[in-house]
């Protein structure tokens, strides 16, 4: 028995010590790991700022220096480039011409990254392009109508917000703490590090320890020193935290030297049992302090923070920000699973994220899902986790943090409805600019109209009426009438002209308003046939069908009938042929077709047959004169009078107008009654 006795304590004296050596790592190990949680978080925020301000400011065909400065000192960065798609710099920050236009991807790989493959780069330890001095950097792509640029700003982690965190990280008396790139550069640390250099350099041994294992114990200066390691996800850095031994341990001190001692002074067993319960008291008393700060951090921790059972999803415990995140009150959620209180449509990405930590494939997950609040409405959060395992390897849960992400969400939206808006009013302003380019343009035509098609019959009329002034008394009556017959000519002309000068401006103006009335086909043809020169008038065969009027502006038929005839005998030769016919009854139309047996329009210039001041190059056309507006102006009328008017090649040869026009509705019933 009395061995037994003996055996009984030495191992409970054993368990308690060997127990609260892996309690005491275990919680080491957790201080590391949500640091390094915390410097993912702190580069992921910092990457998506990155892009909304580059998407918001820097994202049109050039960007100003002044924006670009002002877009950079919002991040406080030391030193930032903002590259194009071919990698180049467009500006940097300190301005540094040797720079500017070179392609940096070639010298800096998250630059190269960013670049070729789209996605967040966040550098190892570089050089500063714009300065020379040590700094990581932050490389953010993202997509403009010019392609793609990177903006990429740069920090030294040592004098910043993040370089302040590590010196409180761990809270154990001198414990070292450092960040370290995948070449072992410094990136950050709680020691004083200065420019460029390594962890071995620092701290060979523990350099050597971390290149063995991720977590251990290690010799140096003759102390026995803990250590544990955890990569930074999202980054190319790993953080470190060392602590020596006596201080990891210190709450167990004297547990195990007390048991050993006691089965010595078997002799002295009761009072030896008095100190020993005492004392793991005590320990036990340390350990819930322990616990206690940690209960602290996590329920007074401003952030959503929750523990989740590996295997079943089960809350093991909310922190009162969550609770008050999601409306719930006290330990309300505590006792629920995850899948309780996570949006049904983000159920399945959560789940393939749960099983691929579980299955080792990666340390934990960041996400962007929806919680489901107690009013069930749905809240976006950023969600972080990271899995916690046994010291055998064995899932045990994950460490989350939930930020509520709503308020980055309306702000987004919001920038896009800004840009919607943006855009709107820039595309109404090109239109106001074509529109104000359109009517320069047709002022310049028609400004080039005047100038030659105005010079020639003036140029008539004054030369004749010199002739007739100068030979009055000399000249005879015969010549006097042929030189008045071709200035009257001419003032023919001109007023053809003005008249087409007048109708232009009304289209131009929208003024183009048809005042329409029933008329009569065989007198308004007549009156048009009266509009014509002598010459061309008996050159001119009409056949009318009887009884047809049209619903159209009398003057406005008389300008097409007169400018379509016109056009046959100037384009077509000796003969023309207006024929009158009733059109489509069930339509109600009048169909008038114009046509000549001349050479007809060339087949590449038909597209452009009724355009303002378009005339042919080949044929005929170029040998007459003209403006240009003849048809343009036909088909504008057509169209104000509810009709159309379209071009056919003439058999054997010439050209065919046929115009279409409503009929007058007396006389369709009248027609359609007999």
């Not at 010549?479 to 232009?504: D, N, P, Y």
Request: net charge negative; with cysteine; aromatic share 6%.
């Amino acid at each position: 028995m009395w061995a037994l006795l003996l055996a009984a304590v030495a191992t409970g004296v054993y368990w308690v010590d060997t127990n609260g050596h892996h309690e005491l790592e275990h919680r080491f190990r957790l201080r590391v790991v949500i640091a390094s949680d915390f410097v993912s978080t702190y580069a992921e925020d910092l990457i998506a700022r990155e892009r909304t301000q580059a998407l918001q400011f820097l994202s049109g065909p050039t960007v100003e220096a002044r924006v670009f400065e002002q877009a950079v000192a919002s991040f406080g960065y030391s030193a930032a480039v903002l590259l194009d798609s071919n990698g180049q710099a467009i500006h940097a920050v300190p301005a540094n011409p040797t720079t500017l236009g070179v392609d940096l991807t070639t010298r800096y790989e998250h630059l190269r990254v960013a670049l070729r493959d789209g996605r967040p780069s966040v550098s190892s330890v570089v050089t500063s392009a714009a300065e020379g001095l040590p700094v990581v950097s932050f490389a953010t792509p993202y997509e403009t109508p010019a392609g793609r640029r990177v903006f990429a700003g740069a920090i030294d982690i040592r004098s910043s917000s993040l370089g302040n965190y590590l010196s409180h990280a761990i809270a154990l008396a001198g414990s070292h703490v450092y960040l370290v790139d995948n070449a072992g550069h410094v990136v950050g640390a709680n020691q004083n590090v200065v420019g460029i250099s390594t962890l071995a350099e620092h701290e060979p041994e523990l350099a050597h320890a971390v290149a063995r294992n991720e977590s251990g114990s290690y010799e140096s200066d003759e102390e026995a020193w803990h250590y544990d390691s955890a990569p930074v996800p999202g980054t190319p850095w790993k953080l470190v935290a060392s602590v020596r031994n006596e201080v990891l341990y210190q709450p167990m001190d004297g547990t195990a030297a007390g048991g050993w001692v006691g089965l010595g002074g078997l002799a002295v067993l009761g009072l030896f049992g008095v100190r020993l319960w005492a004392r793991s008291a005590r320990n036990r008393a340390e350990l819930r302090e322990s616990e206690e700060r940690f209960r602290g951090l996590f329920d007074g921790s401003l952030v959503g923070m929750l523990l989740v059972g590996a295997s079943n999803g089960r809350l093991l415990r909310v922190n009162p920000a969550l609770c008050d995140l999601l409306g719930y009150r006290g330990t309300t959620l505590a006792g629920q699973t995850l899948d309780d209180i996570v949006h049904p449509d983000d159920l399945a990405a959560y789940d393939s994220l749960r099983a691929d930590a579980v299955a080792g494939t990666r340390r934990g997950f960041t996400t962007e899902l929806r919680f489901v609040d107690a009013m069930s409405r749905a809240l976006p959060v950023a969600l972080t986790a990271t899995l916690v395992r046994d010291a055998d390897g064995r899932p045990l849960y994950f460490a989350a943090q939930a930020v509520d992400v709503s308020e980055r969400h309306r702000w987004a939206a919001e920038q896009r409805r800004i840009q919607v808006e943006l855009t709107s009013r820039a595309g109404d302003l090109e239109r106001a600019n074509d529109a104000l380019r359109s009517a320069q343009q047709r002022t310049a035509d028609l400004v080039a109209m005047l100038s030659h098609d105005v010079r020639q019959p003036l140029g008539v009329i004054t030369g004749y009426c010199e002739v007739l002034l100068e030979g009055w008394e000399a000249l005879s009556d015969e010549k006097k009438l042929r030189e008045v017959g071709r200035i009257s000519r001419a003032g023919g002309k001109m007023m053809e002209l003005v008249e087409e000068v007048l109708t232009l401006t009304e289209v131009d103006q929208g003024g183009l308003k048809a005042r329409r009335s029933g008329i009569r086909m065989e007198e308004a043809l007549g009156e048009a046939l009266d509009g014509l020169s002598a010459s061309e008038r008996p050159r001119t065969r009409a056949d009318v069908e009887p009884g047809l009027a049209v619903l159209a502006d009398a003057r406005h038929l008389q300008q097409i009938l007169v400018n379509l005839l016109s056009n046959a005998h100037k384009y077509g030769g000796e003969d023309a042929e207006v024929r009158v016919q009733a059109g489509r009854l069930d339509n109600a139309l009048v169909e008038i077709v114009v046509s000549d047996s001349g050479e007809g329009v060339p087949p590449e210039f038909v597209p452009h047959l009724f355009e303002r001041f378009s005339r042919a190059a080949s044929g005929v056309a170029p040998t007459r004169t003209g403006t240009g507006l003849g048809l343009y102006i036909v088909r504008e009328l057509v169209e104000a009078n509810g009709g159309t008017i379209r071009y056919e090649p003439n058999r054997p040869t010439g050209s065919r107008f046929v115009v279409e026009l409503p009929a007058d509705p007396a006389r369709v019933r009248e027609l359609t009654s007999r």
